[in-house]
């Protein structure tokens, strides 16, 4: 933002008196009206389900511009960042607003792998657990237990205290993912290596097993390290504005970002990727693509066209089209080029694309439209797709919290409500009810 200089006010009427509220301009962006004295001054509050015009925060990390298809971290376009960076080397773009220098990266990569242990005592939270409990359960349970080992000594005010706590996350994240896998499949679990790269690291402790040595596998874990950074940060969406809700009242990071993982969970969030490929198995040929298409437009129809849509994107998701070519290159590389899967998802990417349904409602693929596809061709379980996502999101999710938590302005957060319950009425005794 332009910090404290409108450039013009809107004036609104309530009740009261009228009243001219701030227009705030960001670097780029619409301008947001500053309406935080909005009832004081009117009697008035704002209606918006779903926070569709709402900007709950200012933010200097990432930037959307959804009619455009544009996504930025820190002024970096994702298609760059995914072309030419690593993901611990977004991650310190993401946390720290500057990509590091080779000292700053090599103490990151250094300060990450010394935390990606977890204690020791956690491994029988697992042992808790079904063994088909789905692992996105499972992380929100051991990431919420995280604050039962790192309480007592954190002051979420203290910045030092806040950059453990990151560090501890980001390394400890694909380790809980990794186990809660291992776990589901009766294998024992795999300690970190921290001679592995990042996403190198994960494979291994999902793949690895104790009585075989280690193969490294640089197709995947490049193909990894893509999908990590693609899914690293997402601007306000439902999973970082819970974590911002629930940060918002100094819980513990570690509740907050169990919260997270949480909504992140749902098929109309994170959960989508699973749905996507679930949703091709279900299509199961091209022949079948027109029958889901005329599903999809159904408005008695409860299914939706998995992968497609998005709040803010009313362009093609730049995230989608980096992964479209890199689902070609990996599943070439992989000897799967001819994926029925992928065959599916493109035909029907093209029928839907022109659809007039989907073209007047600006229906493009979304980021989750592909990913699944890779992972699948991959190894990775359709369980653990959202536990990725959620992996690489916790970085997004840890910077937007650190962000809230050094910005002046930052009040618990409290929507209000169009009450349309029963007005005040008398009680009355059971026996003279009807
Ligand atoms: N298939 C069919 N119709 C759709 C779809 C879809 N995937 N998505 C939206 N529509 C239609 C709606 O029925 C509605 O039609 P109408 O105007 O005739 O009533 C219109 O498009 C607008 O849809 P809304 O639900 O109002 O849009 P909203 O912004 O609230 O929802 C969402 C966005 C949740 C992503 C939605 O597009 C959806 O459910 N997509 C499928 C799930 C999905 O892929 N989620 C992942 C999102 S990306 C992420 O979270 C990482």
Same mark, same amino acid.
């Given at each position: 933002?332009t910090e404290?200089?409108?450039k013009?006010s809107? #004036?609104?009427?309530?009740?009261?008196?009228n009243?001219?509220?701030?227009?705030?301009?960001?670097? &780029?962006?619409p301008?947001?009206?500053d309406?935080?004295k909005l +009832?004081g001054e009117?009697?008035?509050?704002t +209606?918006d389900?779903g926070?569709? %015009?709402?900007a709950?925060?200012?933010s200097?990390?990432?930037?959307i511009?959804?009619?455009?298809?544009?996504?930025?971290h820190?002024? +970096?376009?994702?298609?760059d960042?995914?072309?030419? %960076?690593?993901?611990?080397?977004?991650?310190?773009? !993401?946390?720290?607003?500057?990509?590091p220098?080779a000292?700053e990266?090599s103490?990151?990569?250094?300060?990450? #792998?010394?935390h990606?242990m977890?204690h020791?005592?956690?491994?029988y939270l697992y042992?808790?657990f079904?063994?088909?409990?789905h692992?996105?359960?499972?992380?929100v349970?051991? &990431?919420?237990a995280?604050?039962?080992?790192?309480?007592?000594?954190l002051?979420?005010?203290d910045?030092?205290?806040?950059? !453990?706590?990151?560090?501890?996350?980001?390394?400890k994240?694909?380790?809980?993912?990794?186990?809660? /896998?291992?776990?589901?499949v009766?294998q024992p679990f795999m300690? *970190?290596?921290? =001679?592995?790269? +990042?996403?190198e690291?994960?494979?291994?402790?999902?793949?690895g097993?104790?009585?075989e *040595?280690?193969?490294?596998?640089?197709?995947?874990?490049?193909?990894?390290?893509k999908?990590?950074? @693609?899914h690293?940060d997402?601007?306000?969406?439902a999973s970082?504005? #819970?974590?911002?809700?629930?940060?918002?009242t100094?819980?513990s990071? /570690?509740?907050?970002i169990?919260?997270?993982?949480?909504?992140?969970?749902?098929?109309?969030?994170?959960?989508?990727n699973?749905?996507?490929?679930?949703?091709?198995?279900e299509?199961g040929?091209?022949?079948?693509i027109?029958?889901?298409?005329a599903?999809?437009?159904d408005?008695?129809?409860?299914?939706r066209l998995?992968?497609?849509?998005?709040?803010?994107?009313?362009?093609?998701?730049?995230?989608?089209?980096? @992964?479209?070519s890199s689902a =070609?290159?990996?599943l070439?590389?992989?000897?799967?080029?001819d994926n029925?899967?992928?065959?599916?998802?493109?035909?029907?990417?093209r029928i839907?694309?022109?659809?007039? /349904?989907?073209?007047?409602?600006?229906l493009f693929?979304n980021?989750?439209?592909?990913?699944?596809?890779?992972?699948e061709?991959?190894?990775?379980? #359709?369980?653990m797709f959202t536990?990725?996502?959620?992996?690489?999101r916790?970085?997004?999710?840890m910077?937007q919290w650190?962000?809230?938590?050094?910005?002046?302005?930052?009040?618990i957060?409290r929507p209000r409500?169009l009450?349309?319950?029963?007005a005040?009425?008398? /009680?009355?005794?059971?026996?003279?009810?009807?």
């Amino acid at each position: 933002m332009t910090e404290n200089t409108p450039k013009k006010s809107v #004036t609104i009427g309530g009740p009261g008196s009228n009243a001219a509220f701030p227009v705030l301009s960001g670097t &780029v962006g619409p301008d947001v009206i500053d309406i935080r004295k909005l +009832y004081g001054e009117t009697g008035l509050f704002t +209606y918006d389900p779903g926070f569709t %015009s709402t900007a709950a925060c200012r933010s200097k990390i990432t930037y959307i511009d959804g009619d455009e298809g544009i996504l930025l971290h820190r002024g +970096y376009r994702i298609e760059d960042l995914a072309e030419h %960076s690593s993901f611990l080397e977004t991650a310190y773009l !993401i946390l720290f607003g500057e990509l590091p220098t080779a000292d700053e990266y090599s103490n990151f990569m250094s300060g990450v #792998t010394y935390h990606t242990m977890i204690h020791d005592q956690i491994n029988y939270l697992y042992r808790g657990f079904r063994r088909d409990a789905h692992p996105m359960a499972v992380m929100v349970a051991v &990431v919420g237990a995280l604050s039962a080992f790192y309480h007592e000594d954190l002051d979420t005010n203290d910045p030092h205290h806040r950059l !453990i706590a990151s560090y501890r996350l980001v390394a400890k994240i694909p380790t809980i993912a990794a186990m809660a /896998y291992k776990y589901s499949v009766g294998q024992p679990f795999m300690y *970190p290596r921290n =001679d592995l790269s +990042y996403p190198e690291n994960f494979l291994y402790m999902m793949f690895g097993v104790p009585c075989e *040595p280690w193969q490294e596998k640089p197709t995947l874990s490049k193909a990894l390290e893509k999908i990590f950074i @693609l899914h690293a940060d997402h601007e306000q969406n439902a999973s970082t504005s #819970t974590v911002r809700l629930v940060g918002s009242t100094g819980a513990s990071p /570690y509740a907050a970002i169990s919260a997270g993982i949480a909504s992140l969970w749902g098929p109309a969030h994170g959960g989508a990727n699973e749905a996507v490929v679930n949703m091709l198995g279900e299509i199961g040929s091209v022949e079948r693509i027109p029958e889901f298409i005329a599903r999809a437009k159904d408005k008695d129809d409860p299914f939706r066209l998995m992968g497609f849509g998005h709040r803010v994107y009313k362009n093609y998701d730049p995230r989608a089209g980096v @992964l479209k070519s890199s689902a =070609d290159e990996v599943l070439e590389e992989l000897g799967k080029g001819d994926n029925p899967k992928l065959a599916i998802a493109r035909e029907l990417e093209r029928i839907a694309l022109e659809d007039d /349904y989907f073209r007047d409602r600006k229906l493009f693929p979304n980021v989750d439209f592909y990913s699944g596809i890779i992972l699948e061709a991959m190894g990775i379980p #359709t369980k653990m797709f959202t536990a990725i996502f959620a992996l690489a999101r916790t970085v997004g999710w840890m910077a937007q919290w650190n962000e809230m938590m050094e910005d002046p302005e930052q009040k618990i957060g409290r929507p209000r409500q169009l009450y349309t319950g029963a007005a005040q009425r008398p /009680y009355v005794a059971i026996d003279k009810r009807r």
